[in-house]
């Protein structure tokens, strides 16, 4: 493994794992507004982890004695600076979408085991309408 490989890895790797644990918990939310956001902090995780990861890794490798060329290819850095949501967005998604699905999937095959959220019943108010349902109070 180069210098490179043993800087970027754990910096990546660490980035996927709060990534993924981000989509996770976004994918078990019901809603659009907490689960978004969860989601967005997980792109960006792993986005950052990428670049930083990428340009730590760059410069370990040429600060080594005698770097070869490939060492000294910054345009990766700038590529994962632009690009690297890309990556970051389909991890994510993919991880969001599976945990929703396999959600649904359960809660399809057996709605008693695993129950979607009750909505709050609203109290009834009297309208003095003598065919009104009793309250079940």
């Known amino acids: 493994m180069t210098p490179y490989d043993e800087t970027f890895l754990p910096i990546f790797i660490l980035g996927c794992v709060l990534g993924a644990v981000a989509s996770f918990?976004?994918?078990?939310?019901?809603?659009?507004?907490?689960?978004?956001?969860?989601?967005?902090?997980?792109?960006?995780?792993?986005?950052?982890?990428?670049?930083?990861?990428?340009?730590?890794?760059?410069r370990a490798w040429q600060s080594m004695p005698d770097?070869?060329?490939?060492?000294?290819?910054?345009?990766?850095?700038?590529?994962?600076?632009?690009?690297?949501?890309l990556p970051g967005g389909m991890f994510c998604l993919t991880v969001f979408g599976l945990v929703r699905g396999i959600t649904w999937l359960l809660h399809w095959a057996n709605p008693d085991v695993f129950p979607r959220k009750?909505?709050?019943?609203?109290?009834?108010?009297?309208?003095?309408?003598?065919?009104?349902t009793p309250n079940a109070e």
């Open 118 to 132: 009750a909505e709050p019943i609203p109290p009834s108010t009297e309208t003095g309408n003598p065919y009104q």
């Open 25 to 58: 918990f976004a994918g078990r939310l019901s809603g659009c507004v907490l689960p978004g956001a969860l989601l967005a902090i997980g792109i960006l995780a792993v986005w950052s982890a990428v670049f930083i990861g990428s340009d730590m890794g760059y």
């Open 67 to 85: 770097p070869p060329r490939e060492a000294f290819s910054d345009a990766s850095v700038v590529g994962a600076l632009v690009f690297g949501w």
